[in-house]
T-cell receptor, first 112, second 112 residues
Framework: DAGITQSPRHKVTETGTPVTLRCHQT?????MYWYRQDPGHGLRLIHY???????DKGEVSDGYSVSRSKTEDFLLTLESATSSQTSVYFC???????????FGPGTRLTVL | AQSVTQLGSHVSVSEGALVLLRCNYS??????LFWYVQYPNQGLQLLLK??????LVKGINGFEAEFKKSETSFHLTKPSAHMSDAAEYFC??????????FGKGTRLHILP
């Protein structure tokens, strides 16, 4: 299995608080992605990174920001969490843009 | 617009019967195509991928898929279903632009 970890695995927070989710890889892959998974919507891309300090938006980026200061870490931040951001968040990595993606175990976030 | 459509959000088959999960895509460029499987409370795991080599692709756990350009389809099949195949399956398309688009998923139920 690709070496991808996500932390925390579960988090409950209150509306309006900041939240940061971490994705860590040991594969030295160039590309990293953040998705959210919601019933009936499949996986939707939030943001992705194609290198250190190089990031771009996905289809549901509003309310989220990301940072990648090292190859191995990709952080997803909710500046002010809302109940609509309650979801399961998955990180994925890929060696290059055409290759398959490998997924982390997910983080279940509940915003009350 | 580029998209991925999975027909049927739920599919039920009897143990030992043929499994057929349908996926159609629209793309302006020759795509790379993937099938992923997700077991409960886990991340996505790659089943198989098509990258413009052989049109019939064999994957793990006895699954295979056939790329049909004329039908813009990439249906997933398995000759004989097993109880352990119960999971959610996602078709995905790489449009050669750094991102993968996922279908909304098909939950496969295996009847004893």
């Amino acid at each position: 299995d690709a070496g991808i970890t996500q932390s925390p695995r579960h988090k409950v927070t209150e509306t309006g608080t900041p939240v940061t989710l971490r994705c860590h890889q040991t594969e030295n892959h160039r590309y990293m992605y953040w998705y959210r998974q919601d019933p009936g919507h499949g996986l939707r891309l939030i943001h992705y990174s194609y290198g250190v300090k190089d990031t771009d938006k996905g289809e549901v980026s509003d309310g989220y920001s990301v940072s990648r200061s090292k190859t191995e870490d990709f952080l997803l931040t909710l500046e002010s969490a809302t109940s609509s951001q309650t979801s399961v968040y998955f990180c994925a990595i890929s060696e290059n843009a055409d290759n398959e993606q490998f997924f982390g175990p997910g983080t279940r976030l509940t915003v009350l | 617009a580029q998209s991925v459509t999975q027909l049927g959000s739920h599919v039920s088959v009897s143990e030992g019967a043929l499994v057929l999960l349908r996926c159609n895509y629209s793309s302006s460029v020759p795509p790379y195509l993937f099938w992923y499987v997700q077991y409960p409370n886990q991340g996505l795991q790659l089943l198989l991928k098509y990258t413009s080599a052989a049109t019939l692709v064999k994957g793990i756990n006895g699954f295979e898929a056939e790329f049909k350009k004329s039908e813009t389809s990439f249906h997933l099949t398995k000759p004989s279903a097993h109880m352990s195949d119960a999971a959610e399956y996602f078709c995905a398309v790489n449009m050669r632009d750094d991102k993968i688009i996922f279908g909304k998923g098909t939950r496969l139920h295996i009847l004893p």
